[in-house]
């Protein structure tokens, strides 16, 4: 069966740091990945996806990147952290192309930034 | 664009009352509609869902009916429970998954 996991699970950080969340698929090849950020009583925003090693689309502008070195292998990143960073960041794998539109979820990693 | 609006919450029920939770969207073509659940501190999960217009999709005592004649795919469930408390999103897929904004859902024991 395949299982997807993210780390750290809590994370505190002070304005100005880096940042570097990793989640990894097991079970599974060439999985769609993608990265959403939940903030406090809001939904959801997709912030990057990739449908393959070292192709990442961003789908909005800010200080954080992602990277996909590996086929099972998410990571979200930032040099500099902002207070507006702060939330419960996602990440999930699809099948194929996302075609079906079922998602699959990690933990979430929550981020307070200071 | 496609975009998905939900009621606002948070709902707050008690023990083996009626819920729904109401759901609209907004799509060019004929989209795929979803329900996911996120139970407190949990990362999200599938709930139902349906492929076209008039399906009904049900899990967990929980269903949906895909209704293109009022776009809505409102989520009822007869009898809910104290494990049901728990964030709702709706969601529509035509070439990407777009999220509502998520109901809260509290029941009381």
């Known amino acids: 069966s395949q299982t997807i996991h993210q780390w750290p699970a809590t994370l505190v950080q002070p304005v100005g740091s880096p940042l570097s969340l990793e989640c990894t698929v097991e079970g599974t090849s060439n999985p769609n990945l993608y990265w959403y950020r939940q903030a406090a009583g809001r939904g959801l925003q997709l912030l990057f996806y990739s449908v393959g090693i070292g192709q990442i689309s961003s789908e909005v502008p800010q200080n954080l990147s992602a990277s996909r070195p590996q086929d099972r292998q998410f990571i979200l990143s930032s040099k500099k952290l902002l207070l507006s960073d702060s939330g419960f960041y996602l990440c999930a794998w699809s099948k194929l192309a996302g075609s079906t539109g079922e998602l699959f979820f990690g933990e979430g990693s929550r981020l307070t930034v200071l | 664009g496609n975009s998905v609006t939900q009621m606002e919450g948070p709902v707050t029920l008690s023990e083996e009352a009626f819920l729904t939770i109401n759901c609209t969207y907004t799509?060019?073509?004929?989209?795929?509609l979803f329900w996911y659940v996120q139970y407190p501190g949990e990362g999200l999960q599938l709930l139902l869902k349906?492929?076209?217009?008039?399906d009904k999709g049900s899990n967990k005592g929980f269903e949906a009916t895909y209704r293109k004649e009022t776009t809505s795919f409102h989520l009822e469930k007869g009898s809910v429970q104290v494990s049901d408390s728990a964030v709702y999103f709706c969601a529509l897929y035509g070439n990407k998954l777009v999220f509502g904004a998520g109901t809260i859902l509290r029941v009381k024991s």
């Open positions: 349906a492929t076209k217009a008039d």
């Open positions: 799509a060019t073509g004929y989209p795929s």
